[in-house]
Structure formats: structure tokens, C-alpha cells
């Protein structure tokens, strides 16, 4: 048997979606994360977590994928014969654990989180089935003045996750107006009001005239494929189009060029009233114009939220593998839902919250070239095999003062170190041999400044010669060389 195993060939693959992260990756959203929660916590948010798993049926119909009713999720079957699905988001789990422990709780209760959530649903470039999500939620808190906190919180954890000043927007639009365009086009429909919200979705990528398609009879795109309108009238399509883009310059502007869009009904009235309200209340934030837009075009589950939606988006541009050029988009969003916890308790409890796509937004800022580098250990070269305690020696010196450093392990000679110290990423070696114990001294080569200086030697007689980044100091001095060349690299 032990035979058939060694003689086994299995195929090394893994499910698309579920994506390994080596160090860079990992340490990144782990900095991430930890200066957004530093920001939750500012604002007076506490900690929770509520585990991977919940019962199917708490997840009910807040699903990510509508088109795929309860398809959207992973699921097992317990011992007890109950399906349990891994959480598709932090927001679900809040409202099973609030309904669960209401009566205990401070009202409201502002919680924040952090951690992996899976949605079984169709990866691709940027979207996974696995990845890492920060939330915030206030739970019984009504009106607009929590969501303006929740919309200004959220430009705060933008900023302290990494994306640059004027880099980022908070888009806010609220499920009333929507309520009242569709309304006012005649939607009555779940099947045109879905075609009208999806059409104003695609606004920045299809522009005017394709979405105008869309909300009519349809339209074909570039590669012949066809997408059925919303089926609206001329003048539906025009009343649609008008209230998308009343964006202007200050989100006051905005509101008033919204109003004159879509009339004075009482749902128009009301979701004026409630971006009026909000904006004030960013005012009295000091939440920057450039922070925070209104933006009648962002469209989020309608299945979920119940008043103010928002979405955060990077708005730098990127280049793909062609040369093309790639707009990130939406990296966080969040709403008002104030019918979930209702589910549980059937009593109306308001809620509202904003969650960063941790995973997401740390691919975007790679892809800016915004993330820094991650610098590696401090390698010390095993230059006397017969005796490793040499490397194993100065490397526990190097840790004892603070310095992040390993010892090589391998069995290669000196060149093959050196390739692995700088696939490695380390900021510096030290070089100690015969030469150096003698006179009590170690040689180390600052990887980086060596690089640099290379770039401008012609010839290997010249690099042997000045040997660039290199230098001996007295091992008395290698734990302050060493820090030096380290501090510098951060």
C-alpha cells in the first residue's frame, strides 16, 4: 500500500475563485484591515465575530445572486440532517446574532467586523468565491443623520486603507428616488423594474446612448449578441435618462437637479428630503465635496436595502494586459436595510452599515501600483557548512534587537544564496567567512543600494572591483548597520 502511494500521481489544481495569497498578499490585507477597524473603533464601534457557518434558512432571501435563487451560497448538511452555508457577507450574521440577543444589547449597537465570506457564484478578474470583507453596522438607528455618519465613516476607512487623497469617491443615492423614477415610467413590473435598475448601472461603461437602448426596445452589442430592453416609451426612456444624469459639481446642485428630473410625487418628495438630510449632515462631518458625491445611477440590491445605498469607488484608471485602459470601480458599499433583522424578530428594526472589500481593494491598489513592496528578512549567508552555528549565531543576534532575519538553510553555495535572498526580498545580507572571524568583523551588501549602483557598471571586472552596496563593519556594529539599512527600506 505504502508503494501505490509513493507511485500515485494526483493532479495539483484547485477550484477557480479561491485564490492562494503568498506573503505580500497576505500582510497587505492584514495592514488593511487593521487600519480600517482602527478607524471603526475611532468612530466607537466594537468588535464582533459571529463564525463561518450559519443555518441556511437565517441566510433566507438575501442572497447575492438574484437570478439564482438560494443557489448563491456553499452548503453541508449537519449530522441533524440541517444545512448550514458559509456566510456570504457580515451583514446576515449580524442580523441572526441582533435578533438573538436584542434584549442584552446597547441600543443601538454598533458593531464592526472583519474576515472571510464565499459566494458560490461565477469568478473572474478582481471577484472571487472566497475573500476578505470589513464591515461596520449601526443597528437601531433610525434616520438620515446615521447613514450621513455611516457615508462619512466610510471616506475615513477608504482613506486609512490605502486609496490616495482625491483617488476615491463615495457614491450616495437612496432606494426612495429609485422607487419614484420607476414609478413615475410605469414599472410596475419586478421584470422592468430589474431592466431599468440594470440599465442604469452600465451608465459609465455604455454611456447615454446605450443605456437609452436598454431601457427601450434593446440592444446589440459590438460582438452581435442582443440584450432585451425594459420595453419603456420614448417618453420614459427620456424621463429615466434626465434623473441619471443630474450629477453636478456639489451634492447640493445635485439634489436640487434631481427634484427638477422627477417631479414632486410623495415618494420623490421623501427621497429628496432624505439626501437633503444627509447632505447636512456631512456638512456638520466636514466630509469634503470630493469625498462624498450624490450620484443617482448607483443602484445595489433592492432585495436588501430600504432607504440610502452607497458604493465606494476608486476612480484612478488602470492599464490591461493589452494596453487597454481599465477603470476599478466599486470597492465597498453599503445601505440602510431596516427589514432584515424583521425576519427574525418580525419587528422593524432599522439598521444601516458599509462594508470594505478588503480582498478587492488590495487587488485594485497592486494593480495602481499603489501598495507598497513588502520587504523581506535580513539573510545571513551559511558560508561554512561544516560549521552553520556561524549564520545561526548572527541571525539570533539580528532577531534579539527587533530585526526581522533567518539564517539560510539550504545547501547551495554562495551565488545560489544570494538568488535567494533576493527572491526573498531581503533589504540586506551579512557575509561572515574566514576573513571575517579573523578579524571580528561581517561583511554585508545593502540588496537595494547594490541594485541601484549595478544599473550603471558596464562590465563584471568593474561590479568584482567596486562591489556596489558592500561593505565590513566590526560585528559590534552589525546590529546598528543592519537597522539602518532596514528603516531605510519601510
Known amino acids: ?29 492584514a495592514a488593511m484591515i487593521d487600519r480600517v477597524t482602527s478607524v471603526y473603533r475611532n468612530w466607537g464601534f466594537e468588535a464582533l465575530d459571529t463564525g463561518a457557518f450559519e443555518f441556511a434558512d437565517a441566510l433566507g432571501k438575501f442572497l447575492p445572486d438574484d437570478d439564482r435563487p438560494n443557489a448563491g451560497v456553499f452548503s453541508v448538511q449537519d449530522d441533524d440532517e440541517q444545512w448550514l452555508s458559509l456566510r456570504y457577507d457580515l451583514t446576515a450574521p449580524l442580523a441572526r446574532f441582533a435578533a438573538e440577543n436584542w434584549q442584552t444589547l446597547p441600543k443601538p449597537f454598533r458593531r464592526y467586523a472583519s474576515g472571510p465570506v464565499w459566494r458560490n457564484e461565477k469568478p473572474g478578474p478582481g471577484r472571487f468565491r472566497e475573500f476578505l470583507q470589513c464591515d461596520a453596522d449601526t443597528v437601531g438607528a433610525a434616520g438620515p443623520h446615521a447613514d450621513a455618519e455611516m457615508i462619512a465613516m466610510a471616506a475615513d476607512a477608504m ?9 476615491f469617491a463615495i457614491r450616495v443615492n437612496t432606494r426612495r428616488l429609485l422607487d419614484a423614477v420607476l414609478e413615475s415610467v410605469g414599472a410596475n413590473s419586478d421584470a422592468v423594474r430589474l431592466s431599468v435598475l440594470r440599465a442604469l448601472d452600465k451608465l459609465d461603461r455604455l454611456g447615454v446612448s446605450g ?4 431601457l427601450g426596445a434593446g440592444r446589440l452589442d459590438d460582438s452581435g449578441d442582443f440584450t432585451p430592453g425594459a420595453g419603456l416609451e420614448p417618453n420614459a426612456v427620456a424621463a429615466v435618462l434626465a434623473f441619471a444624469q443630474a450629477g453636478r459639481s456639489t451634492r447640493d446642485m445635485t439634489i436640487e437637479a434631481i427634484g427638477q428630473a422627477i417631479g414632486a410625487s410623495d415618494a420623490a418628495k421623501a427621497g429628496l428630503d432624505e439626501l437633503m438630510q444627509i447632505s447636512r449632515g456631512l456638512v456638520a462631518l466636514q466630509v469634503p465635496e470630493a ?9 445595489r440590491g433592492l432585495e436588501y436595502y430600504t432607504g440610502p445605498v452607497f458604493e465606494a469607488e476608486l476612480l484612478k484608471q488602470t492599464l490591461d494586459a493589452s494596453g ?14 431596516d427589514d432584515l433583522i424583521a425576519r427574525f424578530t418580525g419587528e422593524r428594526i432599522p439598521a444601516t452599515g458599509f462594508s470594505v472589500g478588503i480582498s478587492r481593494l488590495t487587488t485594485a491598489l497592486s494593480l495602481l501600483g499603489e501598495l507598497k513592496p513588502l520587504s ?22 539580528l532577531r534579539r534587537a527587533g530585526i526581522r532575519a533567518e539564517a539560510y538553510m539550504g545547501q547551495s553555495g554562495m551565488r545560489p544564496q544570494m538568488k535567494y535572498a533576493d527572491r526573498r526580498g531581503a533589504p540586506a545580507v551579512v557575509m561572515i567567512g574566514e576573513d571575517e572571524l579573523a578579524k571580528g568583523s561581517v561583511t554585508v551588501k545593502d540588496l537595494k543600494v547594490g541594485a541601484r549602483e549595478a544599473a550603471s557598471i558596464e562590465s563584471n571586472e568593474e561590479y568584482r572591483d567596486l562591489r556596489p552596496g558592500q561593505f565590513e563593519v566590526p560585528r559590534s556594529e552589525m ?12
Open 324 to 337: 487597454a485602459p481599465v477603470r476599478i470601480g466599486s470597492v465597498g458599499g453599503g445601505g440602510r436595510y
Open 479 to 490: 546590529v546598528v548597520r543592519i537597522r539602518e539599512i532596514v528603516e531605510a527600506d519601510q
Open 376 to 397: 523581506g528578512p535580513v539573510v545571513v549567508l551559511n558560508l561554512d557548512r561544516g560549521n552553520p552555528a556561524i549564520a545561526l549565531d548572527a541571525a539570533t543576534e
Open 291 to 299: 469625498d462624498v458625491v450624490i450620484d443617482p445611477t448607483i443602484v
Open 211 to 214: 443605456v437609452s437602448d436598454l
Open 1 to 29: 500500500m505504502k508503494e501505490m502511494a509513493l507511485n500515485s500521481k494526483y493532479l495539483a489544481r484547485k477550484p477557480r475563485g479561491f485564490p492562494d495569497k503568498r506573503e505580500p498578499t497576505l500582510h497587505a490585507e
Open 159 to 167: 482613506r486609512a486603507a490605502g486609496a490616495s487623497e482625491g483617488g
